[in-house]
Nanobody, 126 residues
Framework: QVQLVESGGGLVQTGDSLRLSCAAS????????MGWFRQAPGKEREFVAA????????YYGESVKGRFTISRDRAKKTVTLEMNSLRPEDTAVYYC???????????????????WGQGTQVTVSS
């Protein structure tokens, strides 16, 4: 059974930094994506960043490019999202997900992800 456990998040001020972590267990495939999405009240789930298990290639949403960095510890099956220069519009619940299909064309599509963490709140005050 696949489980994703997130940690990090909290309340910060504009310009601050935060780190989110996601630990995966029960993964049985070697080719998969792990990604971060976020969802603000009344909005759809938005792609933030993702990383491929093989090769470690990274992908980012336009709104976070240059500010956020996703990385992984392949042996520990953990993924970390470093968030810098946070803005009020970054406020959302952040979800870690895994796509065990590993198809590159769907890496930004939340519907392709088959397991999710419980979500962690990030609030950026102005």
């Amino acid at each position: 059974q696949v489980q994703l456990v997130e940690s990090g998040g909290g309340l910060v001020q504009t310009g601050d930094s935060l780190r989110l972590s996601c630990a995966a267990s029960g993964l049985t495939y070697s080719n998969y994506h792990m990604g971060w999405f976020r969802q603000a009240p009344g909005k759809e789930r938005e792609f933030v960043a993702a990383i491929r298990s093989i090769g470690g290639h990274t992908y980012y949403g336009e709104s976070v490019k240059g500010r956020f960095t996703i990385s992984r510890d392949r042996a520990k099956k953990t993924v970390t999202l470093e968030m810098n220069s946070l803005r009020p519009e970054d406020t959302a619940v952040y979800y870690c997900g895994v796509d065990q299909g590993g198809i590159l064309s769907s890496i930004r599509d939340p519907n392709a992800y088959d397991h999710w963490g419980q979500g962690t709140q990030v609030t950026v005050s102005s």
